[in-house]
């Protein structure tokens, strides 16, 4: 008997997530006299240090900080201030084999992050941000950036130290079940509990509202949290989603594989095919600026760019045309990795247009994501050759061995949604990490499962025309990467008011451009005023 795909993927999600109650349970009833629901007064910075905490649990520091005296890394390469007091508090999480349940003798240790802003600066709400790439490290700069807007913040490392997380050939924390079950799946929910209660000491009273905010890695985390812990958070944004992470290496494999030797395309190879996508189909949406609003809607035909019998492919340095071996290269990142057993799809291809990101895809992602889950998880092999993987054979290996472990593919929001939950994806269409269609693809699967339509009560996609991985990207830096993603999150989660369109701000070049994207499967349409106000747009 054979199974439908997305009634499979329910069955699946209902049973993971019955073996999950008694670890959720766990953790929701780790804390004694700190998780209340109301506190008689607030208490102070300092005395949150003896806060009476489970065990597993330690609070290691916390101190009151002025205003502007805390700088930690910003996106484009400065520094980011606190702008008022706040109380700074940092501590660690035992917790045991099973990757989530907290125990003072676990063998293994997240450590965790929590800005509290002094209670005149504080909005009511209670945020928590996710990692990126393999974690190791706490998201700071997301965190100041969000306490900076009245939350109270917390990140943590996903369950493991960045010496753990290691390099491009060797990463101990994937040979460790535990903290690979910590890294995507539970890490959040271990952190949870606990900072939000703190921060209910703190302010004598328990948070309004709760929401997660990440990218990439994060948005992942985002999924995971959603249909594993669906009563956690009241909304989620999940950026970037590398919630297929199992299959997103095997892209990232195919791709490299498929632009080695003669097929490899430089740089300059990569802005000519971009600029010869842009000059066919720049215009389809009645502006021509430099940018495709819909890629899907784009016909280019790569093999126009192919050379002419005895033509050479550059000129004065400068690439002219693609070679045979180039042209059928760029056609295999556009399809995505197939199995070679059935044909069908292992994970999406990239867009038209996103083809000056691909210099990631050629050389360095395969080598850092592909090889040492490979190696470490799949195979246990450290000595494993990436170059026999067959992408017939093997996937099914991958899918039993690391699918379990590190995806979050669960259709089935139910829980999420009944409790009246809502998320938030967004998806740059030039991303150079991501194939821009899986958040739709998966969209598509959750509306299936939770028996909604494309206009969804719970969950909307955003997608972004000339978007990067997370925000902006050189390939397009008049393309603002800066996403008022809680401007309309917050009101739909705390209002009941559907989102229709979301502001884009900051390009890299340093203009004032602003962009309106819009939930799919709708597109920015233009209407009349000027191509770089968002005002000029509407959503249909």
């Not at 199974?3 to 993971?16: E, G, K, N, R």
């Not at 609070?59 to 484009?76: E, K, M, N, Q, R």
């Not at 080598?367 to 246990?380: C, D, P, Q």
């Not at 690391?402 to 979050?408: F, G, M, R, T, V």
């Amino acid at each position: 008997m054979t199974l439908d795909p997305i009634i499979f993927s329910v069955w699946a999600c209902l049973i993971v997530t019955m073996n999950y109650i008694r670890l959720y349970t766990a953790v929701l009833a780790m804390l004694t006299a700190v998780h209340a629901s109301s506190i008689p007064q607030p208490i102070s910075c300092s005395s949150l240090l003896e806060a009476t905490v489970s065990g597993g649990v330690q609070v290691l520091t916390s101190v009151d900080i002025a205003a502007g005296a805390l700088s930690v890394p910003s996106y484009s390469g400065g520094t980011i201030l606190n702008t008022f007091p706040l109380c700074h508090l940092s501590g660690s999480i035992k917790y045991g084999a099973d990757g989530l349940t907290l125990a003072a003798s676990g063998a293994n240790t997240l450590t965790w992050e929590l800005y509290l802003p002094v209670t005149a600066n504080y909005n009511g709400r209670f945020m928590v941000v996710g990692d990126s790439g393999y974690a190791g490290s706490i998201d700071t700069t997301t965190m100041m950036t969000e306490f900076n807007l009245g939350y109270a913040v917390a990140g943590s490392d996903g369950g493991h130290s960045l010496a753990e997380t290691g390099n491009a050939t060797y990463a101990s924390f994937m040979t460790d079940v535990a903290q690979l079950k910590a890294w995507i799946h539970n890490s959040i929910a271990m952190t949870t509990p606990t900072v939000r209660a703190l921060a209910t000491l703190y302010y004598a009273a328990s948070p309004k509202y709760s929401y997660y905010y990440g990218c990439s890695t994060g948005g992942a985390q985002g999924y995971a949290v959603a249909s594993l812990y669906p009563d956690l958070f009241d909304g989620i944004y999940a950026g970037s989603p590398g919630n297929w992470y199992s299959h997103l290496i095997l892209s990232f494999l195919w791709n490299a594989m498929h632009t080695q030797w003669n097929g490899f395309m430089s740089q300059d190879a990569l802005d000519f095919i971009t600029t010869k996508v842009l000059d066919a189909c720049d215009a389809l949406d009645g502006v021509n600026d430099n940018l495709i609003e819909n890629p899907s809607k784009c016909k280019f035909d790569i093999t126009t760019l192919q050379c002419k019998y005895g033509q050479n492919a550059t000129s004065s340095g400068t690439a002219v045309c693609l070679t045979a071996a180039q042209v059928k290269a760029a056609q295999a990142v556009y399809a995505g990795p197939k199995s070679t057993l059935t044909g069908k799809e292992i994970y999406p291809g990239f867009a038209l247009g996103s083809e000056k990101a691909w210099l990631l895809q050629e050389t360095t992602l395969y080598e850092e994501f592909s090889e040492l889950i490979l190696k470490e998880v799949v195979f246990n092999d450290s000595n494993y050759n990436i170059s026999t993987f067959n992408f017939g054979s093997d996937v099914s290996k991958v899918d039993s061995m690391a699918s379990p472990l590190i995806d979050s593919i669960y259709p089935s929001l139910s829980s999420f949604k009944a409790r009246g939950g809502k998320l938030i994806t967004t998806q740059g269409w030039a991303d150079a990490y991501n194939a821009p269609t899986w958040p739709i693809e998966f969209l598509e699967q959750i509306n299936a499962a939770c028996l909604t339509d494309e206009n969804s009560e719970f969950i909307q996609v955003y997608m972004v025309p000339g978007g990067g991985h997370c925000g902006p990207t050189s390939a397009y830096p008049h393309v603002p990467g800066t996403y008022d993603v809680l401007d309309a999150l917050v009101p739909w989660v705390e209002r009941g008011i559907v989102p229709t369109q979301m502001l884009s701000t900051g390009a890299i070049d340093g203009t004032n451009a602003t962009r309106k994207l819009c939930p799919y499967p709708q597109n920015a349409k233009y209407v009349k005023g000027s191509i770089d106000d968002w005002t000029s747009y509407t959503c249909a």
